[in-house]
């Protein structure tokens, strides 16, 4: 056990449609980390918040955003969603937002769109 | 970019067989290594990392991994491995210089299959 926890586990839900991720950091983790695991475009980083800023931006599409709350959890919010967007979302926390720091990874949420 | 490139897509090996997974980079800079590994079903785990010093790295489980800066490589061993180390194994690199972050870029991942 990591000590980072996402909610849900698994997600199915119709296209078109929103959702939202829940990730809640390791205790003391100011940064947290979003990627997305697919067939094919393999694990791929998001977007990355730092004490409640975001900090750095991967590849992630103008329909997807997040945010780092005053408690330190973060969402990510998924909106109209495509058959494409089906995937294993991670959530990563680490104790510092720069190079240098070990990350440590939730158990994901499996996200199916159909 | 930066991009990091597994060589192995898939290996089967027998139990005891001894293992070597690819994993090379693209950044002229300063890095820092890691090996993941994911067994079925499972979230990521940290195998090992390298970030400065003795660039042969000892991991858990019995996996090392060696940084040659010249060839840019970041190769995964273990002497022998066992049935438990089925799964699917992900290099990935955390490059100085860009913009101070620590996001990972991952490689293609490698499942590894051991037969008993």
């Known amino acids: 056990d990591s000590g980072v926890t996402q909610t849900p586990k698994h997600l199915i839900t119709a296209t078109g449609q929103r959702v939202t991720l829940r990730c809640s950091p390791r205790?003391?983790?100011?940064?947290v980390y979003w990627y997305q695991q697919s067939l094919d475009q393999g694990l791929q980083f998001l977007i990355q918040?730092?004490?409640?800023?975001?900090?750095a931006k991967g590849n992630i599409l103008e329909r997807f955003s997040a945010q780092q709350f005053p408690d330190l959890h973060s969402e990510l919010n998924l909106s109209s969603l495509e058959l494409g967007d089906s995937a294993l979302y991670f959530c990563?926390?680490?104790?510092?937002?720069?190079?240098?720091?070990?990350?440590?990874f939730g158990p994901g949420t499996r996200l199916t769109v159909t | 970019a930066q991009s990091v490139s597994q060589h192995n897509h898939h290996v089967i090996l027998s139990e005891a067989a001894s293992l070597e997974l690819g994993c090379n980079y693209s950044?002229?800079?300063?890095?820092?290594l890691f090996w993941y590994v994911q067994y079925p079903g499972q979230h990521l785990q940290l195998l090992l990392k390298y970030f400065s010093g003795d660039p042969l790295v000892k991991g858990i489980k019995g996996f090392e991994a060696e940084f040659i800066k010249s060839k840019f490589s970041f190769n995964l061993r273990k002497p022998s491995v066992q049935w438990s180390d089925t799964a699917e194994y992900f290099c990935a690199v955390n490059a100085y210089g860009s913009g101070n972050t620590g996001k990972l870029i991952f490689g293609q991942g490698t499942t590894l299959q051991v037969k008993p």
């Open positions: 918040y730092y004490n409640g800023e975001e900090r």
């Open positions: 950044y002229g800079g300063t890095v820092n």
């Open positions: 205790s003391g983790d100011l940064s």
């Open positions: 990563a926390s680490s104790s510092h937002p720069g190079t240098g720091y070990e990350q440590y």
